[in-house]
């Protein structure tokens, strides 16, 4: 769809009443009742390589893995006991599948979960 096609039917809408209509989009999810969309937060332009298109951005995030893949866990700190006279620090892991993270990590590069790495759960091993 191009943006005059889109600016047409949306002030055919206008011209019969349908100018306080909230604007949500569709999911591809069956529902009961009406169906399944989101609220459209604001509309944009692109730049750069998205040049020539314009975005409708949803309020809430569209795609859902899991809940608890989506809400951020905190991170795991391994430290060991014996740690050969300080040649071992202490490292990041996600909560998850415990791989390795850095500092500057929001998702974990295997299994995709959310991570917090600013309040971490400290273990020692």
């Known amino acids: 769809m191009k943006v ?3 600016a047409s ?10 100018a306080e209509d909230t604007v949500v989009i569709a999911l591809q999810e069956r529902s009961f009742g009406p169906e399944a969309a989101e609220e459209v937060k604001y ?3 692109g730049f750069d390589w998205d040049n020539g298109r314009i975005f409708l951005v949803p309020k809430e995030p569209l795609v859902h893995y899991r809940n608890e893949r989506d809400k951020a866990q905190s991170a795991i700190r391994i430290s060991y006991k014996n740690n050969y006279g300080g040649k071992i620090r202490p490292t990041l892991h996600c909560p998850r599948c415990e791989a390795k993270l ?3 990590m929001r998702y974990c590069p295997k299994c995709g979960q959310r991570v917090d790495t600013e309040n971490v759960r ?3 091993i």
């Open 122 to 124: 400290d273990v020692m």
């Open 4 to 6: 005059h096609e889109l």
């Open 43 to 45: 509309c944009c332009a």
């Open 9 to 18: 039917q949306l002030s055919e809408y206008i011209e019969s009443r349908h």
């Open 102 to 104: 850095s500092k500057e």
